[in-house]
T-cell receptor, first 116, second 113 residues
Framework: GAVVSQHPSRVICKSGTSVKIECRSLDFQATTMFWYRQFPKQSLMLMAT?????????EQGVEKDKFLINHASLTLSTLTVTSAHPEDSSFYIC????????????FGPGTRLTVL | DAKTTQPNSMESNEEEPVHLPCNHSTISGTDYIHWYRQLPSQGPEYVIHGLTSNVNNRMASLAIAEDRKSSTLILHRATLRDAAVYYCILRDVKRGSQGNLIFGKGTKLSVKP
């Protein structure tokens, strides 16, 4: 199997604070991980692509200074939402790409962020 | 990016087969067809993928048209646990080896007991 975990599963914070979300591939190494955001009743939107040992590639409209991504090892990527505001409240989901012909991605269970 | 078109919603009865269609007329020769599903408040779950030939696994079957411009995900016996949003996605080959997945709106499958 291919298991991806996220921590925490749910976080509530005050406006202006920073929140770190961890994404781990538990039984495979992932040179590439992805971060998505999903608002209620909408589909997943890709925020950034994270490559181990290099800078993340951000999608258009996503502020790299606000959403800090670190991919320090082949099994761990972190997303830090800095100076969070209520509009950042969303469901954040990571995925890890398992190397192979089709490069299938496996997704974490998601992190529900609520900014008060 | 190659785009997919799926019906917004479908209904099925429990223990009956379900055929979920997907059109992808602009698919390129090396695009893989991936299917994921997402239950409420959970991350997407990998279902199946294929390139040219039909594929079977423990969860579902994938039937790919000969011209590859459409495909169908087949759940052989729907259960209540299969109620989810099903996404048909083409791997974004323009991103090179990154393999980004671009999600559309998917098909919301309801299963009636």
């Amino acid at each position: 199997g291919a298991v991806v975990s996220q921590h925490p599963s749910r976080v509530i914070c005050k406006s202006g604070t920073s929140v770190k979300i961890e994404c781990r591939s538990l039984d495979f190494q992932a040179t590439t991980m992805f971060w998505y955001r999903q608002f209620p009743k909408q589909s997943l939107m890709l925020m950034a692509t994270s490559n181990e040992g290099s800078k993340a590639t951000y999608e258009q409209g996503v502020e790299k200074d606000k959403f800090l991504i670190n991919h320090a090892s082949l099994t761990l990527s972190t997303l830090t939402v800095t100076s969070a505001h209520p509009e950042d409240s969303s469901f954040y989901i990571c995925s890890a790409r398992k190397a192979g012909a089709a490069d299938t991605q496996y997704f974490g269970p998601g992190t529900r962020l609520t900014v008060l | 990016d190659a785009k997919t078109t799926q019906p917004n919603s479908m209904e099925s009865n429990e223990e009956e087969p379900v055929h979920l269609p997907c059109n992808h007329s602009t698919i390129s020769g090396t695009d893989y067809i991936h299917w994921y599903r997402q239950l409420p408040s959970q991350g997407p779950e990998y279902v199946i993928h294929g390139l040219t030939s039909n594929v079977n696994n423990r969860m579902a079957s994938l039937a790919i048209a000969e011209d590859r411009k459409s495909s169908t995900l087949i759940l052989h016996r729907a259960t209540l646990r299969d109620a989810a949003v099903y996404y048909c996605i083409l791997r974004d080959v323009k991103r090179g080896s990154q393999g980004n997945l671009i999600f559309g709106k998917g098909t919301k499958l309801s299963v009636k007991p």
